[in-house]
């Protein structure tokens, strides 16, 4: 089991749950980290019970392998009770919008890094960037660094052929790894100047620029466009470069061989901007997000 960040929409506060250990840490809806001192020993906080995240949380796994952030979950149900498949539907690539789903919002796994801060004492995020979602996709050992395998085995998830994917992998550890293994903590302050356009230089999304893409879409009734209108879009609209053609180039390939056809939907864009995209083509056995990866990688619950 590893800890989980959990989001409880209602109320806006952020919970770490660790359910083999039995602990969680919980904050105030306004704060932006967690540390020891913020463990809930007893109880509640608020409307949300310990016992209740415990046990959701040990649920969410068996559930799923290799969930994307924004995944809903409901709270913990009686034992024995079936996981009703209307709980599933539409879950990839939301851009978090409150809903039926679940009271619970999964907001990523802590990665070693990150579980050494916590214990060291120090302060860990409530969320992370889109940016560090976006890599922590990519990121299947959890440790918070990404080295030429971690990278090639991600570019092969992404549906790239071998080849491709080792060119891929060697780029990316050169560009924002400097030639080591790329920090996902400190990937904000390594990135070139030159842009996708899906990330501002701290990480995070320009609401504004995600309602231009969004307006895209506005006149497709099956909300799909094709790669070419996209990409004469970023053209006009953003000052790219070499790299940021490069990883337009990569999302493009990957939505190709999903979608079966050089075109992007709304859900694709929608989860390169909120992190969950990179979950999305790992996991593309259906709409649920449960990735088919065994034989690539080892299955998340086993680490």
């Known amino acids: 089991m590893r800890i989980i960040r959990f989001k409880h929409l209602p109320s806006e506060q952020t919970f770490l749950v660790d359910s083999a250990r039995g602990h969680v840490y919980g904050t105030k809806s306004n704060a932006t980290s967690i540390t020891l001192h913020d463990q809930i020993v007893r109880g509640s906080l608020g409307d949300v019970r310990i016992d209740d995240l415990l046990a959701t949380a040990k649920d969410f796994e068996r559930v ?8 809903r979950f409901p709270p913990a149900q009686a034992s024995g009770e079936a ?16 809903g039926p789903l679940g009271d619970l919002e999964f907001r990523g796994f802590l990665d070693r890094q990150e579980e050494k801060r916590l214990a060291a004492g120090a302060d860990v995020a409530v969320e992370r ?5 976006h890599l922590s996709a990519l990121d299947y050992q959890l440790k918070g660094k990404l080295d ?3 990278l090639y085995k991600a570019f092969i998830a992404n549906r790239l052929r071998p080849v491709a994917a080792l060119k891929k ?3 990316a550890l050169i560009v924002f790894g ?4 790329v920090d996902i903590a400190t990937i904000a302050e390594r990135r070139p100047a030159g842009r996708t356009g899906a990330f501002d230089a701290n990480g995070n999304v320009d609401p504004d620029i995600l309602a231009q893409y969004r307006r ?8 799909e466009i094709d790669q070419t209108h996209l990409e004469r879009f970023n053209a006009l609209n953003f000052q790219g470069g070499f790299v940021a053609s490069e990883q337009w180039r990569t999302f493009f390939a990957t939505c190709t061989a999903l979608n079966h056809r050089e075109t992007v939907t709304l859900k694709q864009l929608a989860g390169l901007f909120d992190g969950s995209f990179e979950y999305i083509a790992a996991s593309r056995a259906g709409a649920d997000g449960r990735r088919p990866l065994d034989t690539v990688m080892p299955d998340s619950t086993a680490l």
């Not at 799923?64 to 995944?71: E, I, Q, R």
């Not at 400097?178 to 293994?181: H, M, Q, S, W, Y």
């Open 64 to 71: 799923w392998k290799w969930p994307a952030p924004g995944t």
């Open 83 to 98: 996981f009703p498949d209307v709980w599933f539907e539409a879950l990839e690539g939301r851009l978090n919008q409150i």
């Open 129 to 133: 960037t889109a940016l560090e979602r």
């Open 148 to 150: 030429l395998f971690d």
């Open 169 to 171: 992998a060697l780029g």
């Open 178 to 181: 400097r030639g080591r293994a």
């Open 216 to 223: 895209l879409f506005d006149t497709t009734a099956a909300d």
